[in-house]
T-cell receptor
């Protein structure tokens, strides 16, 4: 079963705007990761946040984690047309033995 | 640097035919290996994972099987394909020495069963 659920399912914005995607999960986790997938391609790892961290930055990406609410958000600032892709959260449950559980993803469209 | 290869890139097979998809990893040793399937517009479903040669864990009962004949080779097979086996198949690896679980994906194989 799916552990992570992204919200919204689809998001359309203009270039230069910020994009925020949310992820909710159900069980205790070791870490939460965000991946990007361009249409018809493999997934690319973006950022990992551990269960004892609350916020993490990488370039234009900002990830937050609230373990009490079992939720995470991914913020992409100053979006570009090249950011158009599907974004997935993935959780590593405690004791998961290297397995990740992926959500269904958010399709982000950045219009030039 | 590490690279992961999958082939073929696309495949059209009739129902009842066999299947063999191959995945190889370069530039790392002793990786964990994973097979996922992605239905159109959906998330990833973990099918199999392997922590070593000959060690395969199946996540979902199905018409598929996996094998790991060499350290950096992972094969997904079926004896008789079903229509429901259509999808986008992704192979991934993660480093066993680092317990961060970050996974690195191949380019995928688009399988259409007709």
């Amino acid at each position: 079963s799916q552990q992570g659920e992204e919200d919204p399912q689809a998001l359309s914005i203009q270039e230069g705007e910020n994009a925020t995607m949310n992820c909710s999960y159900k069980t205790s986790i070791n870490n939460l990761q965000w991946y990007r997938q361009n249409s018809g391609r493999g997934l690319v790892h973006l950022i990992l946040i551990r269960s004892n961290e609350r916020e993490k930055h990488s370039g234009r990406l900002r990830v937050t984690l609230d373990t009490s609410k079992k939720s995470s958000s991914l913020l992409i600032t100053a979006s570009r047309a090249a950011d158009t892709a599907s974004y997935f959260c993935a959780t590593a449950a405690l004791g998961s033995n290297y397995k990740l559980t992926f959500g269904k993803g958010t399709l982000l469209t950045v219009n030039p | 640097s590490q690279t992961i290869h999958q082939w073929p890139a696309t495949l059209v097979q009739p129902v009842g035919s066999p299947l063999s998809l191959e995945c190889t990893v370069e530039g790392t040793s002793n990786p964990n290996l994973y097979w996922y399937r992605q239905a159109a517009g959906r998330g990833l479903q973990l099918l199999f994972y392997s922590v070593g040669i000959g060690q395969i864990s199946s996540e979902v009962p199905q018409n598929l099987s996996a094998s790991r004949p060499q350290d950096r080779q992972f094969i997904l097979s079926s004896k008789k394909l079903l229509l429901s086996d259509s999808g986008f198949y992704l192979c991934a690896w993660s480093a066993r020495t680092v317990r961060s679980y970050e996974q690195y994906f191949g380019p995928g194989t688009r399988l259409t069963v007709t």
